[in-house]
């Protein structure tokens, strides 16, 4: 089933609907979840309440592309449950997706408005338009799907240690473009 006609089943208000979404689009979902939770019963209920999101937000919004959709209320909702459960702790390789980007990134405070957070994704997007396409993946595999390094070097056929370095290369020109932006010092 194409990702039109699950919309049109939303629009229609069909049960069917979640059905679809869960056998096109289920499994990134689980997955965007599971790398940033690591815990399959907290998973499984991020992926139900992301079916959820989509069920409240797809009428009235038509969304396009439906996995990237799906896949971004997946990731804030399994972002506010990983804060919920390690307000005290530490998860190992999704914090260290977050401190490999803190240097790349202006504090909280310099972006407290909406304005300036949304000058802040506007130059993040023009950064990643920027890119080549590998380079464009391997950024968007790691720091939106929290994928482990050793996952994208499987799907990039490289090696640990050299998407490692590309990463790093990556960010060091994040920063740079950043500082050029005026959102670092």
Known sequence: MTDEEIISLFFERSEQAINELAKKHGTAVARVARNILGNEQDTEECVNDTYLGAWNAIPPHRPSPLRTFVCRIARNLATAKYHSNTAEKRNSHYDLALDELEDC????????????????????????????????????????YADPVKDIAEMAHSTPGSVTVRLFRIREKLRRHLEKEGFLV
Do not use: G
């Open 105 to 144: 990134l202006a504090d909280k405070s310099s972006v407290e408005n909406a304005y300036e957070a949304k000058e802040l994704a506007e130059a993040i997007n023009s950064f990643m338009a920027s890119l080549n396409y590998t380079d464009r993946f391997l950024f968007t595999r790691r720091y939106w």
